[in-house]
């Protein structure tokens, strides 16, 4: 298995790997590029978004900056939007539903690294997917942690740290996030 495959399957995997290291650097010319074209050059940054996260749906908008560590990793649904300031560690799958608002300054983190030390210290690493359902609201400054499943229709209030899986249907919010209320969406 080589360290990508490792990687996106959530194994203990060599960030250092040759392949990966390329990866990384890829997304950041990518990246940059968006980042700091003029907003007048719609069609360019389009082009440039499309071979960021080439898996996405239509009407995947961001606001830039942006920031993410592969872009192949990110499955975007139709009418993705993510606001300013976003950072997205898409070393496992990061799957977003259709009609995602993502609001500013908001965190999705997959990496994770080993609790004890000294294999922390070897620099294996290692992720764990995220999945976001349909027509979820993430409010700004906001960090969804590794592993975490978000349900259809959640809300997650602003400032939320969400580490356990949201159920469809609520509104989250706090650190760590847990629910305020029940949505009827009957």
Partial sequence: MTEKEKMISGEM?????????????RCRILQ??????????????????????ANA????YIEPPFYCDYGYNIIAGKNVYFNFN???LDVATVTLGDNVM?????????ATHPLEHELRNSGLEYAKAINIGDNVWI?????????????????IAAGAVVTKDVPTNVVVGGNPAKIIKWMDNS
């Fill in 102 to 110: 993502i609001g500013p300054y908001v965190q999705i983190y997959t």
């Fill in 139 to 155: 409010g700004g400054n906001s960090t969804i942690c590794p592993g975490v499943t978000i349900g259809n229709n959640a809300v």
């Fill in 32 to 53: 940059t590029k968006f980042n700091f074209l003029s907003e007048n050059k719609k069609h360019e940054r389009n082009e440039l978004l499309s071979k960021l996260i």
């Fill in 57 to 60: 749906k239509t009407n995947l």
């Fill in 13 to 25: 995997y060599n960030p250092s790997d040759e392949t990966l290291v390329e990866d990384r650097r």
């Fill in 86 to 88: 976003c950072c997205v």
